[in-house]
């Protein structure tokens, strides 16, 4: 009965301190990380950001990604791991991932979709409308949403997308979601986030 009871403790400790963070929680070798590992709230934010941050160096040259890997570290250790308590590292991730999900480019602006729920659900919506359209798509490594700071009448977010088909192409496609509208181009573009930004407010405006 003793080793039954010493397992079950074992158990729901190992449970409750194992989220899904953007890192293995079984290998937590900092403070921070394991106050991270054993709060949910901190555990979805570290996700968030690890997911905004892989979106931004995304088919990008070398030079580009060793630069923002750099910069993460450098963040890590000087910002990060400085934090003593869940108030301060929810703080500190809540800057960050303004700073690594925000995107303007010339007068376009946009973010980085990293919250898990939002990004599933609109890759849900995306899988639906592309079959509809004779494409299977396996995922969406770089999706963005189109803020449009005029647009004041209600709440209409417009998605767009690079994803990737089952025959190892990669389509472009934007939704709004208030009216539906999906676009979607499989050929002749260049995978960037700039050309994402702008196919997605050229094709799929709010409310339009």
């Known amino acids: 009965m003793r080793v039954m009871i010493l397992f079950l403790s074992s158990f729901f400790i190992f449970t409750t301190i194992i989220f899904a963070a953007g890192f293995d929680c079984r290998k937590a070798s900092t403070d921070s990380e394991r106050l991270i590992c054993k709060s949910k709230r901190l555990s979805e934010l570290d996700s968030w950001l690890n997911r905004a941050y892989h979106m931004s160096i995304w088919h990008t040259n070398k030079l580009a990604i060793l630069?923002?890997?750099?910069?993460?570290?450098?963040?890590?250790?000087?910002?990060?791991?400085?934090?003593?308590?869940?108030?301060?590292?929810e703080n500190t991730y809540l800057t960050r991932i303004e700073e690594v999900s925000s995107v303007k480019i010339h007068s376009i602006e946009g973010e980085y979709v990293g919250i898990t729920a939002e990004f599933s659900r609109q890759e849900t919506d995306f899988r639906k409308s592309l079959i509809y359209n004779g494409i299977s798509i396996l995922t969406c490594p770089l999706m963005i949403k189109y803020i449009d700071r005029t647009y004041t009448t209600g709440r209409d977010d417009s998605y767009g997308a690079f994803c990737l088909s089952k025959d190892d192409k990669i389509i472009m496609v934007c939704d709004d979601?208030?009216?539906?509208?999906?676009?979607?181009?499989?050929?002749?573009?260049?995978?960037?986030?700039?050309?994402?930004?702008?196919?997605?407010?050229?094709?799929?405006?709010?409310g339009g």
């Open 67 to 89: 630069k923002a890997k750099k910069e993460q570290q450098n963040w890590l250790v000087t910002v990060r791991d400085r934090c003593k308590d869940e108030m301060c590292l």
């Open 177 to 206: 979601t208030m009216i539906g509208k999906l676009t979607f181009n499989s050929s002749g573009f260049e995978v960037n986030t700039s050309t994402l930004l702008d196919f997605t407010k050229k094709n799929c405006p709010p």
